[in-house]
């Protein structure tokens, strides 16, 4: 495992707590202090079988700091609070008991974890782009599409810990078939593994979502294509979702919605076409203000500001 040390500085004497972002295709582990900043971070690749990946990465961000805690967004679905993970981006994973690992990794400890797209919706209220708002509906767009919600000031589990899965909302009622059964589901549409692959059946040489954004930049007419579609999708499932919920902020995260303008100006647009009700004026479509490290201060907070995030024991 090559993990990749980023933002390092001095740890103080703080008991800070440990946070994990477990994404598709990639894991960061990060050392977040009692304030929120993130203090040191590692990264490494997403594994057949996660579980050594992330135990290293922790025991490298720790660095042997006193830690008060650990909290972790994961992709879903999972059975919530027990904390039995099966993303469907990470096949490895079936019925995997994280929380119950980690646990044991560190007794006597608060672990706490939610949806990695919850973390990020909980990271963007507390200190990112949602912060003077109550109501903020966060999304990671990556190896998959998630979201989370915090109404009222406070994260929604809903009946099983999974509410705000933005991501199988029906943007195209006769799409491509997605990987939790049905189809047409925004995640089949805009995942960015599904954009790339509809770029290169049109002839697109484009490796990856970070290949196909340089190619979109330069004015490649596939890439373009792939990237409207995918943007106005998001846009369209995104006017859906605040229509539902009222939601003020609406704060994206994840490595694919970083694919600039060509991703961005149809999202907007599609938002502006769809989003027509009065109420929806104020709303606000936004990258999430804390980039990559949303999710590592959400899943921070579900510890550190538990209260207002963490309902379950």
């Known amino acids: 495992m090559a993990a990749q040390p980023v933002d390092s500085q001095p740890v103080d ?5 440990l946070a994990l972002d477990i994404g598709g295709t ?3 582990a990060a050392l977040v202090s009692a304030d ?10 997403t594994a057949a079988d996660p579980w050594p990946v992330v135990a290293a990465l922790l025991e490298e ?6 830690i008060a805690g650990v909290g972790v967004g994961c992709g879903g679905p999972m059975s919530w609070p027990s904390g039995v993970v099966s993303p469907l981006n990470i096949a490895g994973w079936r019925g995997f008991p994280l929380r119950e690992r980690l646990a044991e990794a560190y007794p006597g400890m608060p672990v706490r974890l939610h949806n ?15 912060r003077d708002v109550d109501n903020v509906l966060g999304m990671v767009v990556s190896t998959g599409v998630g979201g989370g919600l915090v109404l009222g000031g406070r994260l929604i589990d809903g009946a099983t810990g999974n509410a705000g899965h933005i991501g199988h909302v029906v943007v195209e009622p006769d799409g491509p078939a997605c990987a939790c ?10 995942r960015g593994p599904a954009v790339v692959a509809w770029a290169r059946v049109r002839g697109s040489a484009a490796a990856d979502g970070r290949a196909l954004a340089a190619l979109a930049a330069g ?3 596939v890439a373009l294509a792939a990237l409207e579609r995918a943007g106005t999708a998001v846009g369209v499932g995104i006017a859906s979702a605040a229509a539902l919920l009222d939601v003020t902020v609406v704060a994206l995260g994840g490595g694919f919605a ?13 938002f502006a076409l769809h989003a027509r009700l009065g109420f929806l004026g104020d709303t606000r479509v936004v990258p999430a203000a804390l980039g990559n490290d949303a999710g590592l201060v959400g899943a921070a907070a579900l510890v550190l500001a538990g209260e207002r995030y963490w309902s379950a024991g």
């Open 26 to 28: 990639k894991i960061a």
């Open 61 to 66: 961000v720790r660095a042997g700091a006193g």
């Open 36 to 45: 929120g900043a993130v203090v040191r971070t590692v990264r490494g690749p």
């Open 219 to 221: 004015g490649d007419h």
């Open 181 to 190: 059964g049905g189809r047409g589901c925004l995640e089949a549409v805009a």
């Open 258 to 270: 970083n694919s600039g303008p060509p991703f961005w100006e149809p999202l907007q647009k599609a």
């Open 13 to 17: 004497d703080q008991p800070g707590v």
């Open 116 to 130: 990695d797209a919850a973390a990020v919706a909980v990271g963007e209220h507390w200190r990112g782009a949602g």
